[in-house]
C-alpha cells in the first residue's frame, strides 16, 4: 500500500543526545515536510524539501537538521541545541503542481520525550 | 506570516447533531486544506478546497476566498468523529502550509 511510514513509534532520549527519526514515502510525492505539534497546539513546520538535495527552514528550525539524498526519504535529526525537544513529530508529503502544494497527506508520528 | 484563526476552539456535542467549524485567514491563499485528528495522533486530510464547495458523506466543507474564510460542516455526528479539525492554507508565494490551532470535538454518545 502507499504511504509514509515514521520511525520509530515513540523514543526516549537523555539530555544531551542527537537523535534521527526516520520517514519514508512510497507515493513519488515531490515534497516533504516536518512538523512538530506540541499538546493541545497546532502544527509548527520545522523544515520541508521539494527536490532531492534541497530544503529549506520553517519556522523552528533552529536546533534540528534533515537531509534529503532520496526522492522517498526525508530523515529529521533533533540535536542537543534543541531547548525543548519533547514533543510529537510528524512527516508529510504531497505532490507539486509548479509551486502550489497538492493534498498533504501525513505519517503516523513520532512521539519523542527527553528524560 | 498570515494568520489562521480556528472557532470555536473547543465543541461538545450529542451524537446525531450538526455542526459548523470555522476558518479564518489573513490574506489571500493559494489553497486550503481540512484535516482531522483521531485521539492517537494520526492526521487525516478531508478536503482539498481552495475554494468552492464540496461534499463526501456527512461532510461538506465550502471556502469563499474573496472573503477569506472556510467552513466545515459535519451533519448527524457520531461518536468517531470526535477529535481535533485543523484548516492549513498555502500563501500565494506558495511552498508550505500553515496550519490553525485546530477545533476540538467530542461527540457524546
Known amino acids: 500500500d502507499g504511504g509514509i511510514t515514521q520511525s520509530p513509534k515513540y523514543l526516549f532520549r537523555k539530555e544531551g543526545q542527537n537523535v534521527t527519526l526516520s520517514c519514508e514515502q512510497n507515493?513519488?510525492?515531490?515534497?516533504m515536510y516536518w512538523y512538530r505539534q506540541d499538546p493541545g497546539q497546532g502544527l509548527r513546520l520545522i523544515y520541508y524539501?521539494?527536490?532531492?538535495?534541497?530544503?529549506q527552514k520553517g519556522d523552528i528550525a533552529e536546533g534540528y537538521s534533515v537531509s534529503r539524498e532520496k526522492k522517498e526519504s526525508f530523515p529529521l535529526t533533533v540535536t542537543s541545541a534543541q531547548k525543548n525537544p519533547t514533543a510529537f513529530y510528524l512527516c508529510a508529503s504531497s505532490y507539486l503542481a509548479g509551486v502550489l502544494t497538492g493534498e498533504l497527506f501525513f505519517g503516523e508520528g513520532s512521539r519523542l520525550t527527553v528524560l | 506570516g498570515i494568520q489562521v484563526e480556528q472557532s470555536p476552539p473547543d465543541l461538545i456535542l450529542q451524537e446525531g447533531a450538526n455542526s459548523t467549524l470555522r476558518c479564518n485567514f489573513s490574506d489571500s491563499v493559494n489553497n486550503l486544506q481540512w484535516f482531522h485528528q483521531n485521539p492517537w495522533g494520526q492526521l487525516i486530510n478531508l478536503f482539498y478546497?481552495?475554494?468552492g464547495t464540496k461534499q463526501n458523506g456527512r461532510l461538506s466543507a465550502t471556502t469563499v476566498a474573496t472573503e477569506r474564510y472556510s467552513l466545515l460542516y459535519i451533519s448527524s455526528s457520531q461518536t468517531t468523529d470526535s477529535g481535533v479539525y485543523f484548516c492549513a492554507v498555502e500563501e500565494t508565494s506558495g511552498s508550505r502550509l500553515t496550519f490553525g490551532e485546530g477545533t476540538q470535538l467530542t461527540v457524546n454518545p
Open positions: 478546497i481552495p475554494s
Open positions: 524539501s521539494q527536490i532531492v538535495n534541497d530544503f
Open positions: 507515493l513519488n510525492h515531490d515534497a
